[in-house]
């Protein structure tokens, strides 16, 4: 039991496996909770008397954005990753054995992520026609536009426009048998991109939606929101800190990418991907130690619940990584 347990921590395949395991735990999550949320805004007589008061076409966005975006594509991605789950079960259990059956439910689940994150352009179209709009427009107790537009439009459409076409590319490659150094190269290129615009320039404009004046919600904004030292911190962890991650990222994988050499550095990278699964750990701890929502009632506070965070999954990240770690130790021994 014991030689079965630490072969386990020391395999990255497992630890993936893990990784998977938890993103599929959230997605589910989100695409039941999306599900109910967006059934009750459908049902609700309150949302209806407030949006049939607007224009025909601020009703179809509405309802739109909160259908396809809050319950279409999150239940796209739970699918997806089922599909990645089998993948990671092959992999971890069969390695290079199943790699067929491995290449056809991993490309499965890479069509259905690049089609949650295109189920996101209503919500784009929505809330830049929210802000735009001279109508009095209602979305969730009219929603200043500039919060809207910083917290949903600018950090989705940067979204839309990067993160499907290199699932699909990274895909077709997979599809195609191509070789494997063209596939370590779009898998970087996809992986750096997330960091760059999933996580960092997305943590980053909720930040600035947090600035936003909302007085009328008891949403706490401002500089005395943001220099309250806990509040500092994160900010500074992650409009810096999550910056750096995804540059050390881009740097040891670039040689990959450029397609110079196929071997990763793999100390960097399991740095990288462990500090990268930290910061979801800081976020959670200093949620709770801070009193959460309650304490301080903000966007921010509000998407780094654990209940409200769909991306909390990342820190599954930080085992990954230190397994990383371990196989480059051992790596480095070997030679």
Known sequence: MGNRLKKYASSIEFWIFIGVCTYLGYAIYFAVYGLNFSIATASSSYVYNMISQNPWWWAILYYGSEGVSGTVGLILRAIGGFFALHAAYLLWKKKDTALPQIKRKASTALLLEAAYYLSLIPSVIAAFAYYTSTEYLYYFDHTPGLLLLYGTGIPCLAMVLTIPPLLLKLRAKITQDAPNP??????????????????????????????????????????????????????????????????????????????????????????????????????????????????????????????????????????????VLVLSKSSQQQS
Do not use: C, D
Request: without cysteine; glycine residues 10%; aromatic residues 20%.
């Open 182 to 323: 063209e596939i370590i190269k779009w898998s970087s290129l996809t992986g750096v991109a997330y960091l760059f615009v999933v996580f960092w320039f997305n943590n980053s404009m909720l930040w600035a939606a947090t600035m936003v004046p909302y007085p009328k919600s008891g949403i706490q904004y401002g500089l005395s929101f943001l220099f309250e030292p806990a509040n500092f911190t994160s900010f500074a962890i992650t409009v810096f800190g999550l910056f750096l991650i995804a540059v050390f990222g881009l740097l040891f994988t670039l040689p990959a990418i450029r397609k110079h050499s196929t071997k990763l550095n793999l100390a960097g990278i399991g740095a990288v991907t462990a500090a990268f699964g930290g910061y979801f750990i800081f976020n959670t701890v200093s949620y709770y130690l801070t009193g959460g929502y309650e304490a301080h009632p903000s966007v921010w506070y509000e998407v780094i619940g654990p209940l409200h965070n769909p991306n909390l999954w990342g820190i599954a990240f930080v085992f990954i990584g230190l397994a």
